[in-house]
C-alpha cells in the first residue's frame, strides 16, 4: 500500500510543469470581401465570379503557394457568407510569422487577381498567444487600419470589378 501511494505521489508531480507555455491562442487573421461592379452589384457566385474558381495563393519565402488543406473546415481558405446582404467570402489572410507582410492573393477567375497584404500584432499575454491583424492593404492602398473608428467593429473590404 505505501508502493501505490509512492507511485500515486510520483505521478501525480511529474506530471506537474513550471513551463509557463500558453495554454490558448488568438487568431485574428480575416477579412470580409464584397466583390461588386461599378453600379454597386454583387458579383460574388457571378457567372465570371463563381466561387468554385476562387483560388488563394499564401506568399511564403518567395513562394507562393496554393491554399488547399483537407483537414480545415475550410481547405480553400474562405468560405461563401451567404447570411450577409449581399452576400460575400470570409477570407483566412495569410498570417506567416516568417513574413513580416504577409501577402495573399486572391485569384477570382483566369484574368482578375487581388494582393492584400496585412500587418499582425503578435505577442503572449495571460497564458494565451495571440496574431491579431492591424492593418490591411489592397493592392498596396491602405483599405482597413484597427485604429480608425469602424476598424474596432469589423474587417470589410469591397473590391469593385
Known sequence: MKNLIVMIFLV????????????AANLDASVSIYLKDL????LINTSNFLSENYRIYHLIDGVSTEVYDTNMDNPRGFFINYETSPICMALTLNHSENEQFPITYVKWNETDTDTLKA???RGSENNVDYVVCQKLWL???LVWD????DGITGREITIVK
Request: net charge negative.
Open 139 to 141: 493592392n498596396d492602398e
Open 119 to 121: 500587418q499582425f500584432d
Open 146 to 149: 484597427v485604429t480608425t473608428p
Open 12 to 23: 501525480l508531480f511529474s506530471s506537474c510543469s513550471n513551463d509557463d507555455k500558453p495554454t
Open 39 to 42: 453600379e454597386n452589384k454583387n
